[in-house]
T-cell receptor, first 116, second 114 residues
Framework: AQTVTQSQPEMSVQEAETVTLSCTYD???????LFWYKQPPSRQMILVIR??????QNATENRFSVNFQKAAKSFSLKISDSQLGDTAMYFC?????????????FGKGTKLSVIP | NAGVTQTPKFRILKIGQSMTLQCTQD?????MYWYRQDPGMGLKLIYY???????DKGEVPNGYNVSRSTTEDFPLRLELAAPSQTSVYFC?????????????FGPGTRLTVT
């Protein structure tokens, strides 16, 4: 079974600064997806970014980018120019591919606070 | 396009009562999921469905039942509610064959069992 570990329960960053959230995972699969989801106080789960394991290029979405190290099974999220609206819980998730449930395995989350 | 909708948003149950959490999606997604989120934890899969008429257990299915009679709807039934079922429940859907395995979530239902 896959496991996802987020080792930073809480983090804070000054507005306009850059912050990196860590995620490691364990799997024996070779093809899979990785995701970062954001959960603001509204409780809605919002997809931030996704990475396909077969792609070497790191995914980027505006101010959000990832550092995907497949051999190290590491998938960190970098938020640049942090904004107050980035304050949220961030969950790393692993998604299997191929036949089956396509279920996601989530980490326990990192609570990010952006300080004005 | 409403995406994934859930009702109710909040509910308080007494121990032993039953209820159904409703979930509907209008994206024609064939896969649907139910998760629970306990305080300070990530999401854990309760049940999932790969299409109408097909359901299967996830990591924490005990105390719950599901059905999938249509593509759009995936209700979650709680029988004999217990305090351990106090949680936030999320429904999600995906279209993995063409849209990738990312899941789209509803707004959640906060359930308290006292």
């Amino acid at each position: 079974a896959q496991t996802v570990t987020q080792s930073q329960p809480e983090m804070s960053v000054q507005e306009a600064e850059t912050v990196t959230l860590s995620c490691t995972y364990d799997t024996s699969e070779n093809n899979y997806y990785l995701f970062w989801y954001k959960q603001p106080p509204s409780r809605q789960m919002i997809l931030v970014i996704r990475q396909e394991a077969y792609k070497q290029q790191n995914a980027t979405e505006n101010r959000f980018s990832v550092n995907f190290q497949k051999a190290a099974k590491s998938f960190s999220l970098k938020i640049s120019d942090s904004q107050l609206g980035d304050t949220a819980m961030y969950f790393c998730a692993f998604g299997e591919t191929g036949a089956g449930s396509y279920q996601l395995t989530f980490g326990k989350g990192t609570k990010l606070s952006v300080i004005p | 396009n409403a995406g994934v909708t859930q009702t109710p948003k909040f509910r308080i149950l007494k121990i032993g009562q039953s209820m159904t959490l409703q979930c509907t999606q209008d994206m024609n997604h064939n896969y649907m999921y139910w998760y629970r989120q306990d305080p300070g934890m990530g999401l854990k899969l309760i049940y999932y469905s790969v299409g109408a008429g097909i359901t299967d257990k996830g990591e924490v299915p005990n105390g719950y039942n599901v059905s999938r009679s249509t593509t759009e709807d995936f209700p979650l039934r709680l029988e004999l509610a217990a305090p351990s079922q106090t949680s936030v429940y999320f429904c999600a859907s995906s279209l993995p064959r063409t849209g990738g395995p990312e899941q789209y979530f509803g707004p959640g239902t906060r359930l308290t069992v006292t």
